[in-house]
């Protein structure tokens, strides 16, 4: 189990996600960090992504 590599919250209660940062590159975190960064169109699109992420989720 990691921790958000933003906010560095963690253990099991916590799913973390993965995300293209745009400066940090592929980092883990948590789901309201992702969400943030999502918002706020902090993360790359299409590059990284195996097609499993949320990002793609159709
Ligand atoms: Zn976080």
Redesign the pocket.
């Given at each position: 189990m990691g921790v958000?590599a933003?906010?560095s919250?963690g253990g099991e209660e916590t799913s973390l996600l993965e995300a293209a940062h745009k400066e940090l590159g592929k980092i883990m975190?948590?789901r309201?960090?992702w969400r943030d960064l999502y918002q706020k169109n902090r993360m790359v699109y299409g590059s990284t992504c195996s097609g499993k992420c949320s990002a793609c989720a159709r």
């Amino acid at each position: 189990m990691g921790v958000c590599a933003l906010c560095s919250k963690g253990g099991e209660e916590t799913s973390l996600l993965e995300a293209a940062h745009k400066e940090l590159g592929k980092i883990m975190v948590c789901r309201d960090c992702w969400r943030d960064l999502y918002q706020k169109n902090r993360m790359v699109y299409g590059s990284t992504c195996s097609g499993k992420c949320s990002a793609c989720a159709r």
